[in-house]
């Protein structure tokens, strides 16, 4: 099993322009998150989904957007990119709520 | 209420030392108590995890421990090698929960050096 994979792996994008971060699970997991990382921080929650067609916002959701049109995809859409948005990305997912959470290998995203 | 306090931020032992991590939660409703370890350009991944029914859990040389009344829990790690070193992160959560009360809360991470 390829477990949760995201895409791509590095990006570069200028202030003011928009990116889709993919991210696919073939674990048939119901709960599906997006984290970012920063140096020193941590990971902090930036929307969740607990089933296709149903997401929340989690600790710093602003300038994201997310969809869950299946169970396997969460993509996380950047609007209007910031410098604060640089940053690791990461995609995880679990079969239900907290217990053992699989994450992707990242996203490696600045902003310019 | 919801933090999860993590310390210390890095820490460099020898070989063979015992590298030990503390957590501190606040939400006396967390049942669940997990660790992650996160090796460079890689994502975090799910080592040891243990719910307050027990004050210590064991697996190969990794413990927690875990005290419910001064609500911290610990990562010890025996014999401490080189390929241990990477980032550990405590997280907690009410794992019976969906939706936002299930979610796990992070710790901001320490970050381990083993010395040959």
Redesign the interface.
């Known amino acids: 099993n390829a477990g949760?994979t995201q895409t791509p792996k590095f990006r570069i994008l200028k202030i003011g322009q928009s990116m889709t971060l993919q991210c696919t699970q073939d674990m048939n997991h119901n709960?599906m998150?997006w984290?970012r990382q920063d140096p020193?921080?941590?990971?902090k929650?930036i929307y969740?989904s607990?089933g296709a067609g149903i997401t929340?916002k989690?600790e710093v959701p602003n300038g994201y957007n997310v969809s869950r049109s299946t169970t396997e995809d969460f993509p996380l859409r950047l609007e209007l990119a910031a410098p604060s948005q640089t940053s690791v990305y990461?995609c995880?997912s679990s079969y239900?709520?907290?217990?053992?959470?699989t994450?992707?290998?990242?996203t490696r995203l600045t902003v310019v | 209420q919801q933090q999860v306090k993590q310390s210390p931020q890095s820490l460099i032992v020898q070989k063979g030392g015992i590298p030990i991590i503390n957590c501190a939660y606040e939400n006396t409703a967390f049942d669940y108590f997990p660790w992650y370890q996160q090796f460079p350009g890689k994502g975090p991944a799910l080592l040891i995890a243990i719910r307050p029914d027990v004050s210590e859990k064991k697996e190969g040389r990794f413990t927690i421990s875990f005290n419910k009344s001064a609500k911290q829990f610990s990562l010890h790690i025996m014999d401490s090698q080189p390929g241990d070193s990477a980032t550990y992160f405590c997280a907690a959560s009410r794992e019976d929960y969906g939706g936002s009360q299930g979610n796990l809360i992070f710790g901001k991470g320490t970050k381990l050096s083993v010395k040959p």
Request: charged letters at 5%; zero cysteines.
């Open positions: 949760v709960y998150y984290y020193g921080m941590g990971l929650l969740y607990v929340d989690g990461f995880a239900q709520g907290s217990y053992g959470y994450f992707g290998s990242g």
